[in-house]
């Protein structure tokens, strides 16, 4: 079975351009969570849906980051427009247990 | 607010020798403690669980709630448990919150 993809892998635009990544959680699994790993430092928490539901949308750091899930199913998160401090790694995870997270292999966004 | 702490940026044994990284947290509830793994060029997976109380790969963790730590350790160090360690709690949101990582390096 497939675990949690995430497209692209790695996506470099420069500041001011939009970006949108995608998560496929693995099927059936009712929980998304987005988080990020800003250089150096920690991974953070950025927004966790229950099917197409916003559970928890506390870790979203501004406006310019809009995160959806249609259907329940795929999760999109777009950045417009991207600056530089959101340079990092994005990860994906899903879980149908709770706290038993499975991660995506994550997205490498570079904003020039 | 919720913390975790993992005072090592880099940890660096022979193999062979023992390991622990070390692990704090700060938390008010009663929380669940988790250990991740990031080898090179694979994605975070989940090593152990406190509530599992489980050895994986001969690593344990106890939680120490008097002291509030998860450390975890092994007692003989091999070169594939090289790799980025991050201790994680989950709070009473299911949301989790990581530690900045321990990079573990194992040399021959």
């Known amino acids: 079975e497939a675990g949690v993809t995430q497209f692209p892998s790695h996506s470099v635009i420069e500041k001011g351009q939009t970006v949108t990544l995608r998560c496929d959680p693995i099927?059936?699994?009712?929980?998304l969570y987005w988080y990020r790993r800003v250089m150096g430092k920690e991974i953070k928490f950025l927004l966790h849906?229950?099917?197409?539901?916003?559970?928890?949308e506390s870790g979203m750091p501004n406006n310019r980051f809009l995160a959806e899930r249609t259907g329940g199913t795929y999760s999109t998160l777009k950045v417009q427009p991207a600056e530089l401090e959101d340079s990092g790694v994005y990860f994906c995870?899903?879980?149908?247990?709770?706290?038993?997270?499975?991660f995506g292999p994550g997205t490498r966004l570079t904003v020039l | 607010a919720q913390r975790v702490t993992q005072p090592e940026k880099l940890l660096s044994v022979f193999k062979g020798a023992p390991v622990e990284l070390k692990c704090n947290y700060s938390?008010?509830?009663?929380?669940?403690l988790f250990w991740y793994v990031q080898y090179s060029r694979q994605r975070l997976q989940l090593l152990l669980r406190?509530?599992s109380r489980e050895s994986i790969k001969g690593f344990t963790a106890d939680l120490n709630k008097g002291e509030t730590s998860f450390h975890l350790k092994k007692p003989f160090a091999q070169e594939e448990d090289s790799a980025m360690y991050y201790c994680?709690?989950?709070?009473?949101?299911?949301?989790?919150?990581f530690g900045t990582g321990t990079r573990l390096q194992v040399f021959p």
């Open positions: 995870a899903s879980s149908q247990a709770r706290s038993l997270q499975f």
């Open positions: 099927s059936g699994h009712d929980n």
């Open positions: 849906f229950v099917k197409e539901s916003k559970q928890d």
């Open positions: 938390y008010s509830g009663s929380p669940e």
């Open positions: 406190h509530i």
């Open positions: 994680a709690l989950s709070d009473n949101t299911d949301k989790l919150i």
